[in-house]
């Protein structure tokens, strides 16, 4: 679906599948009016499209009330043919015939029943004429309104030309001694013009520096004051602004020619553009130039104005500005070019920039304001465009405490409408509207999370196929390979920031800035997209709310504006750490597609008892809630495609979960008992994280799911009898699980890309007797493997043989190109040999007398003890070697929360010590390195992600 289309992008294939697979049973005046529809459908989506790339303020009023009302009827035409489609599949399943005598009767008694009433099949097709008929009514209803009214999208752009001139014009001829965190940047832009990485002057060749960064960053102010400080060291030089994506060639050749040329220049109005080039190209075959191509949007533009910027061997350059990485690399890639990534300011010189716009003065801000304007610039996160838009808004408004927090509460809704906001929302929109329709809507969903949050790529892009964002007809591949696409676009156009990437390089989290996510809430809102309750702002509600989203709802407005609200219509209702009493009953969504109620953490079982009956739903999210049972019902759920049960205190899945057949992605606790047939859930691409020992049946099941992708599971035999033998019958562990190499193409989880399997030393040991879990016999198209290894109990030589033997097998395996991470975790836990402990008890009667003699002559080191913060369970990890001197570095696992950390430090005599992995098993392992004095450290915790302390 995009979105200035309303749902026509995924309503039309709906439509034709839906109109073939029943054609033949349509009487002849349905299939004409099915037809018909379809005919009118594609002719307003056209017209949308056409128009789809000018934004909406300079579109014709009439023009802008027509896709209103287009957007809003793609949506109840989808309603109507999802609800079609699902009775027509629930009701047109072929009849199992009955066996036996009884059976026989009961075929009699039906065949009667069918003779005195009218046949199912006549029904069907008179419910689906009637349905067709309706939806013609709301589309003849619309094309008649664009005809009275004369809508034509070609005649829809009626804003003035001074409107749509270039908003950068102003970097152009700002006063250089008013910027703030510039001179380190163009010390460095410089650099990379006149020197070569030796630091000496470059060799002749022609060189390009391509400045990256978001909108609202500071390039061109970058790049211009860089070219005024060098232009001089060159024989000819230009700026010239490209700023579009279909830009004008024509002119910015010109536009070339008379910089270069100046007082001697020619009239070239009336060349064409080969003339201009050959021109250009025979001025500078022997001169020194300096060129500046500020803003430039598409490889193919760089490719046509880059073809008279010759190579002359003169040491001539090139600056390039864009907020696309992929022109940037296009720019550099076929001469000696440099990609220089522009930072945001510091936290300094954000202050400063503050300060000086509202105050005149770097050091004027009333230290009653200081805490809310720091607040204010953490928010703005460096964006000088943000901070002088936000600056202005400030100087112009009384200087009270309550009026700031007011202003850094509205940044990220899109609430604000003053001149100055909507001017910086105004040169932000500039990147959506370069975006491809089928990423407008992608990015717009991004509006539902709060400001801050750190959001998971994977649900990320489920819920962009729940909501039927993914057009798998413009694309190869599966709807989950086609996100991972449309992702990295929006990261390569500057449009969302990657936040953390494991040792795969693959981006595992990422987040909106927050001058983006008011962009988009913006957007939102114009266009109903998204409605977002909170209990800090005042939101206008829509008369059809499509998408809701409660954003820490407690209070008892909240509850009012539920109740008076029609949600008949709403496809998502997604809830961000609410209270779970003011949750509407389900029995008010019709049509609701997305369920995510992650963090409401006072939800329980009575809340979600009729989730059963959601039939539309797709993606059902209960992480981090108090859920302690499924229902049964949730196996009528025929079109669910993620189910997401983490950080839950369900123990046991329903038998009935199995019959979801377009079920993908299957998340639940290590705790959790799967039920017996999960093998026969043929969709499934993602299954985690599953302890194999808790379900014996899982191990011979999972060589059934052909399309499984992604597989975490755990190992853990304590406590578990019998699991053992039953679920691993083979000589090797796993066996059964991956098949084995003669047969591998016919073998289990051909498609498995990512496998994590965690498990315990001391009992793989005990239980198999060696730790060859079969890894050579995984299917080539495996690519990332991570294991991690329990050492609890374990001793040193038992932990060393189970990570050379895992490494090994892994080796083994015919995919050489498998990225592989072997993790330790609880070393703090193992057992020591006899040998360790004799060695041990020498080392420390030697050391004692020494150490007494050196702390000694050390002067007495007060340690201040800060914490621990959290509850009072877990255990206590302490430093043993005192006084610490020095971090060196820390090494933290985690996802959503930190699971285990381990660092390093030197002690006051300069020697390293380092700490084994403390807390649980799970995350991304990340090290930095540190120069800082430290400190004492004191951790409790049974597992990190307990949060103990």
């Not at 807390?919 to 392992?925: A, L």
Request: charged residues 25%.
């Amino acid at each position: 679906m995009e979105l200035i289309t309303g749902a026509a992008g995924s309503l039309l294939p709906k439509l034709a599948i839906l109109l073939i697979s029943n054609e033949h049973s349509l009487q002849r005046g349905a299939r004409s009016q099915a037809r018909f529809l379809r005919s009118e459908l594609e002719s307003i989506q056209a017209a949308l499209e056409e128009a789809s790339g000018v934004p909406k303020r300079q579109l014709d009023k009439q023009f802008r009330l027509w896709v209103a009302s287009v957007q809003e009827m793609s949506y109840d035409i989808e309603d109507v043919v999802d609800a079609l489609h699902l009775q027509l599949s629930l009701t047109g399943s072929p009849r199992r015939r009955r066996s036996g005598k009884l059976g026989v009767v009961r075929e009699a008694i039906d065949m009667c029943i069918g003779m005195m009433l009218p046949c199912k099949a006549h029904r069907r097709r008179s419910v689906f004429a009637r349905r067709i008929e309706g939806i013609n009514e709301l589309v003849r209803e619309v094309a008649e309104r664009r005809d009275r009214y004369g809508v034509v999208a070609a005649a829809a752009v009626t804003k003035s030309s001074t409107e749509t001139s270039h908003p950068w014009l102003m970097a152009m001829y700002r006063d250089v001694r008013k910027l703030v965190g510039l001179d380190g940047p163009v010390k460095e832009v410089a650099s990379l013009l006149l020197q070569d990485q030796t630091g000496i002057m470059s060799q002749k060749q022609l060189k390009v520096v391509s400045i990256v960064g978001v909108g609202g960053l500071g390039k061109t102010t970058l790049a211009n004051v860089t070219y005024q400080q060098v232009r001089d060291q060159f024989m000819c030089h230009a700026f010239v602004s490209v700023s579009s994506k279909l830009p004008d060639l024509k002119r910015i050749l010109i536009s070339i020619i008379r910089q270069f040329m100046r007082p001697d220049c020619v009239n070239t109005e009336t060349w064409d553009e080969m003339d201009l080039i050959n021109m250009i190209r025979e001025f500078v075959i022997d001169k020194r130039y300096l060129v500046v191509l500020d803003d430039i949007w598409d490889t193919s533009t760089w490719a046509y104005i880059s073809c008279a910027l010759t190579e002359n061997n003169c040491c001539s350059r090139i600056i390039t500005t864009t907020r696309i990485i992929g022109v940037a690399e296009a720019s550099c890639s076929d001469v000696d070019g440099t990609i220089y990534k522009l930072k945001p300011l510091s936290c300094d010189d954000s202050r400063k920039l503050f300060y000086k716009r509202i105050f005149n003065c770097e050091y004027g801000c009333p230290a009653e304001l200081r805490e809310v304007s720091g607040k204010i610039l953490k928010k703005i996160g460096g964006l000088p465009l943000a901070i002088m838009t936000t600056a202005s808004l400030l100087a112009n408004k009384p200087r009270t405490i309550a009026e700031w927090y007011s202003v850094h509460t509205s940044i990220g809704t899109g609430l604000e409408k003053s001149p100055t906001v909507e001017n910086m929302r105004w040169i932000l929109s500039v990147s959506y509207y370069d975006l491809p329709l089928h990423l407008r809507a992608c990015l717009l969903y991004m509006c539902i999370f709060p400001s801050g949050y750190i959001i998971s790529t994977g649900q990320l892009i489920l819920r962009w196929i729940s909501e039927e964002f993914i057009n798998k007809q413009q694309h190869e591949g599966n709807l989950y390979e086609i996100g991972e696409k449309y992702l990295y676009e929006l990261i390569n156009r500057s449009m969302i920031q990657p936040e953390s990437i494991d040792a795969h390089g693959r981006v595992q989290t990422c987040r909106v800035h927050d001058m983006v996510l008011d962009l988009i809430s913006s957007l939102s809102s114009e266009e109903n997209f998204v409605t977002i309750l909170d209990d800090h702002q005042e939101t206008t509600i829509p008369n059809k709310v499509r998408r809701l989203c409660l954003q820490n709802c407690k209070e008892e407005h909240t509850r009012l504006q539920l109740e008076s609200m029609s949600l008949s219509h709403v496809r998502s209702l997604l809830a961000f750490h609410c209270s779970s009493n003011l949750m509407p009953p389900f029995s008010r969504f019709n049509v609701l597609r997305v369920l995510d109620l992650e963090g409401c953490r006072d939800l329980e079982n009575r809340h979600i008892k009729d989730i059963g009956k959601l039939f539309h739903l797709r993606h059902i999210g209960l992480k981090d809630t108090k859920v302690t049972n499924l229902p049964k019902e949730v196996g009528k759920l025929y079109c669910l495609q993620t189910l997401d049960l983490t950080r839950t205190s369900i123990t046991e899945l329903p038998s009935s979960i199995v019959g979801l057949k377009q079920l993908m992605c299957l998340y639940v606790e290590k705790t959790v008992r799967l039920p017996h047939g999960i093998g026969r859930m043929k969709s499934l691409r993602e299954l985690s994280e599953i302890d194999i020992s808790l379900s014996p049946s899982i191990a011979e099941e999972l060589g059934n799911l052909k399309e499984l992708r992604v597989l975490h599971f755990f190992v853990e035999a304590g406590g578990h009898g019998n699991a053992w033998g039953t679920a691993f019958p083979s000589d090797s562990a796993f066996g059964s699980v991956w098949g084995h190499k003669e047969n591998k193409l016919e073998g289990a989880m051909p498609k498995l890309e990512n496998l994590e399997l965690v498990f315990s030393v001391r009992e793989t040991k005990e239980a198999f007797g060696n730790f060859e879990f079969g890894l050579d016999n995984i299917s080539d198209s495996l690519s990332h493997m991570t294991i991690r290894i329990n050492c609890t109990c374990s001793n040193k030589t038992e932990v060393g043989e189970a990570n050379d033997a895992v490494r090994y097998m892994a080796s083994l395996s015919s995919n050489q190109t498998c990225k592989i991470e072997v993790i330790r975790h609880f070393e703090d836990d193992m057992a020591l040999d006899e040998g360790e402990r004799g060695k041990l008890h020498q080392l420390v009667h030697q050391n004692h007398g020494k150490r007494l003699k050196q702390k000694a002559a050390l002067p007495t080191v007060e340690l201040p003890k800060i914490g621990p913060w959290g509850g009072t369970g877990g255990r206590a990890r302490e430093i043993t070697v005192v006084p610490p001197c020095h971090l060196d570095s820390v090494t933290i696992c985690s996802g959503a929360i930190v699971d285990a950390l381990a660092f390093s430090y030197r002690d006051a005599y300069g020697q390293r010590h380092s700490t084994p992995s403390w807390g649980g098993v799970g995350g991304i392992s990340r090290t930095g390195h540190i120069l800082m004095p430290l400190v004492f450290m004191s951790v409790h915790n049974s597992e990190f992600r307990e949060a103990d302390s």
